[in-house]
């Protein structure tokens, strides 16, 4: 239970409003004051910069910790870069009128956003998304269902049921039917694109993030634990990393440079490794 509860802390930010007159770029620690992080990603066009999902709105993060808003103030989910083009972005969320946003994509860097799909069942509101690198014509989602589309978010249709407390899900880097799903009770695993799954590592422990590499490695934080690193060639023997409690909920990984990881942190804004997660 206090590994439970240790997990809904670190899940549970300060929902701060957004001041209506808030400016279009301020500093990454003002940022952090007026809202939430719910993703964040390298820049494959520039690893100098990041992109940041918020509550309230998306933004792009320059190598001098300026936070520049792209987009216009609504909640951002789900968020997740295409694997192989640098000009497709995807997301989901909210309005800032409340309800649901669809599957959306981006082609100007975060600046416009279109609604590609309701989704199956939706408007879909995908907290949990991820696109596949194998093939990312297949991109995951989970509301009412775990959610698949495999023509680019065109057409999407439930697959399957995610795990039980499922927090985060990641695509496979090598193989377009397996996603992983990071839940209060260990990590799991589907190799049939959700239909079924079965237990992976961290059997009753929580997995507060999961996220592959380009290059096969796959990180997980486990509370109690801390960051862990594997393989997709061989998922079952994990090695720890670091046992910095701030690193546990989402993850970024350079594409061009492996070793350089960025990590939303609890109660720490965004911190960096070049050590591919030790330090």
Same mark, same amino acid.
């Not at 549970?12 to 620690?29: G, N």
């Not at 494959?44 to 808003?69: C, E, M």
């Not at 987009?71 to 497709?88: A, L, N, R, Y």
């Given at each position: 239970?206090?590994?439970?509860?240790?997990?809904?802390?670190?899940?549970?930010?300060?929902?701060?409003?957004?001041?209506?007159?808030?400016?279009?770029?301020?500093?990454?620690?003002?940022?952090?004051?007026?809202?939430?992080?719910?993703?964040?990603?390298? /820049?494959?066009?520039?690893?100098?910069?990041?992109?940041?999902? %918020?509550?309230?709105?998306?933004?792009?993060?320059? #190598?001098?910790?300026? #936070?520049?808003?792209?987009?216009?103030?609504? /909640?951002?989910?789900?968020?997740?870069?295409?694997?192989?083009?640098?000009?497709?972005?995807?997301?989901?969320?909210?309005?800032? &009128?409340?309800?649901?946003?669809?599957?959306?994509?981006?082609?100007?860097?975060?600046?416009?956003? %279109?609604? =590609?799909?309701?989704?199956?069942?939706?408007?879909?509101?995908?907290?949990?998304? /991820?696109?596949?690198?194998?093939?990312?014509?297949?991109?995951?989602?989970?509301?009412?269902?775990?959610?698949?589309?495999?023509?680019?978010?065109?057409?999407?249709?439930?697959?399957?049921?995610?795990?039980?407390?499922?927090?985060?899900?990641?695509?496979?880097?090598?193989?377009?039917?397996? =996603?992983?799903?990071?839940?209060?009770?260990?990590?799991?695993?589907?190799?049939?694109?959700?239909?079924?799954?079965?237990?992976?590592?961290?059997?009753?422990?929580?997995?507060?993030?999961?996220? %592959?590499?380009?290059?096969?490695?796959?990180?997980?934080?486990?509370?109690?634990?801390?960051?862990?690193?594997?393989?997709?060639?061989?998922?079952?023997?994990?090695?720890?990393?670091?046992?910095?409690?701030?690193?546990?909920?989402?993850?970024?990984?350079?594409?061009?440079?492996? &070793?350089?990881?960025?990590?939303?942190?609890?109660? #720490?804004?965004?911190?960096?490794?070049?050590?591919?997660?030790?330090?």
């Amino acid at each position: 239970m206090k590994r439970l509860n240790t997990i809904a802390a670190a899940l549970a930010y300060a929902a701060l409003a957004m001041p209506a007159a808030a400016a279009d770029s301020v500093s990454l620690a003002e940022l952090q004051k007026q809202t939430h992080y719910h993703g964040l990603a390298v /820049d494959p066009a520039d690893p100098s910069r990041l992109y940041l999902a %918020t509550h309230h709105g998306f933004y792009r993060i320059g #190598a001098d910790g300026t #936070a520049t808003r792209l987009s216009q103030v609504q /909640d951002f989910m789900g968020f997740t870069p295409h694997p192989t083009d640098p000009s497709v972005l995807y997301a989901s969320g909210h309005p800032s &009128n409340g309800g649901n946003l669809g599957f959306l994509m981006s082609i100007d860097g975060g600046a416009n956003w %279109t609604q =590609i799909a309701p989704g199956a069942d939706g408007p879909v509101d995908f907290h949990q998304m /991820d696109v596949n690198p194998a093939d990312p014509k297949v991109i995951y989602g989970v509301y009412r269902g775990l959610q698949v589309s495999r023509d680019g978010g065109k057409t999407w249709a439930i697959a399957g049921q995610p795990p039980e407390g499922l927090i985060a899900l990641a695509a496979s880097a090598s193989a377009a039917e397996r =996603i992983y799903g990071a839940t209060q009770i260990g990590l799991m695993v589907s190799d049939d694109a959700g239909a079924t799954w079965r237990a992976l590592a961290f059997g009753g422990m929580p997995v507060s993030m999961i996220a %592959t590499g380009a290059d096969g490695a796959l990180y997980a934080y486990v509370v109690g634990n801390g960051l862990m690193r594997a393989t997709e060639a061989q998922p079952e023997t994990w090695a720890p990393l670091s046992s910095d409690p701030r690193i546990q909920l989402h993850l970024a990984i350079d594409g061009k440079e492996p &070793n350089r990881l960025f990590a939303i942190a609890h109660k #720490a804004g965004i911190i960096r490794s070049d050590d591919g997660g030790k330090t």
